[in-house]
């Protein structure tokens, strides 16, 4: 069985019926056929903030947009975080700088020069 949908208008109809004229929840359920505690939601909803309620399929109110868009920047910020972390714990090893091609400065004449093996041409 496929989940109706209902209308803004429609669920603002139903919440008047129970406020302003005073039927019970039970008797309007019946009458709109709908579960009683759905039409207790809607009222609860309604009674919150009537203007922000029953905003629609796929839109959120602006609190949540606010909140998930928050929440999107802290996971951002988060990785970020421990990709420095990662990079501070690389860097802070001991042997961790990268050698240096070439002779040590202090070699002086110690240092002995090996022959580049690619010249050299073999028979």
Do not use: C, T
């Not at 309604?46 to 203007?51: A, I, L, T, V």
Request: cysteine-free; overall charge positive; aromatic content about 6%.
């Amino acid at each position: 069985m496929q989940r109706r949908i209902f209308s803004r208008e429609y669920k603002l109809e139903a919440v008047k019926l129970v406020r302003e004229r005073g039927v019970a929840v039970a008797q309007a359920a019946r009458d709109l056929d709908v579960h009683e505690n759905v039409l207790r939601k809607w009222v609860r909803e309604y009674g919150d903030d009537p203007s922000q309620s029953f905003p629609g399929k796929g839109q959120m109110k602006p609190e949540q947009l606010e909140i998930e868009r928050l929440r999107r920047e802290v996971a951002k910020l988060k990785a970020e975080r421990d990709i420095l972390k990662k990079a501070a714990a690389y860097f802070a090893r001991d042997g961790a700088r990268p050698r240096r091609r070439g002779l040590p400065k202090d070699a002086g004449d110690r240092a002995v020069i090996m022959p580049n093996v690619l010249d050299r041409q073999f028979v």
